[in-house]
């Protein structure tokens, strides 16, 4: 079992920047990729950035360069940068990890979830 804890969400205004933590623990070794999906209300979670083997990494057009997803393994954390936010990037930001066949954002690839932090973008 990996258990997953996110945290470093809050409010903040059109073009600010926030960083995302996901610390990691329990199983680490099954661990082979790690992602960052969101759900705004009403809407389904989408993937937002995933990492494999902590270096290779792949997003969702919507934050290409702006968004830098990382990972530190001798810390065991997950982070995201979230630079230039946009009203539009209001969601519960949730991490995951999983191992296997690798679909960078979409949601079946994955095993283990975290129960999210929230990410609010104010204009």
């Known amino acids: 079992q990996v258990e997953l804890v996110e945290s470093g969400g809050g409010s903040v205004q059109s073009g600010g920047s926030l960083r995302l933590s996901c610390v990691f623990s329990?199983?680490?070794?099954?661990?082979?990729?790690m992602g960052w999906f969101r759900q705004a209300p009403g809407k389904e979670r989408e993937g937002v950035a995933s990492?494999?083997?902590?270096?290779?990494?792949n997003y969702t057009d919507s934050v290409k360069g702006r968004f830098t997803v990382s990972q530190d393994n001798a810390k065991n954390t997950l982070y995201l940068q979230m630079n230039s936010l946009k009203p539009e990037d209001t969601a519960m930001y949730y991490c995951a990890a999983g191992f296997g066949w690798w679909l960078p954002l979409q949601r079946e690839s994955y095993d283990w979830w975290g129960r999210g932090t929230q990410v609010t973008v104010s204009s």
């Open positions: 329990g199983r680490t070794r099954s661990i082979q990729f």
């Open positions: 990492i494999h083997s902590g270096s290779t990494t």
